[in-house]
């Protein structure tokens, strides 16, 4: 049975092929926006990670959290791969889904 509720696997980056950080959020436009106004202390405001390059919406908290999982375990290449399939030019998505 569908709720109807969104959640998404996402991935920041510094930059064109720089710095990633993989996370999961049942509110992508407000995660991106603190990543992108450096909300909160930790690794994505020490290393500069606001970019939202890729993102992948599920139905349900199990599966983001399994695929989020996933995503973490592949290496680098894999992962950038992934990017750039999907968005080659490293486009920050963010004021796209935040209709600005």
């Known amino acids: 049975m569908s709720t109807g ?7 920041l980056s510094s930059g ?3 710095t990633l950080h993989i996370g999961v959020t049942n509110d992508l436009v407000r995660r ?4 992108k106004t450096k909300a909160a202390d930790g690794f994505t405001k020490k290393y500069g990670v606001d970019r939202l390059v ?6 349900d908290v199990e599966s ?11 290496n680098r290449t894999w992962k950038i791969r992934l ?5 080659p ?3 920050n998505l963010y004021p796209s889904i935040a209709k600005l």
């Open 32 to 35: 991106a926006y603190e990543h």
């Open 89 to 91: 030019n490293w486009v």
């Open 64 to 74: 983001a959290i399994r695929r989020e999982k996933r995503l973490k375990r592949y």
């Open 54 to 59: 890729y993102y992948e919406p599920f139905e």
């Open 83 to 87: 990017i750039e399939e999907e968005n």
């Open 5 to 11: 509720k969104s959640y998404y696997v996402y991935i």
């Open 16 to 18: 064109i092929g720089g």
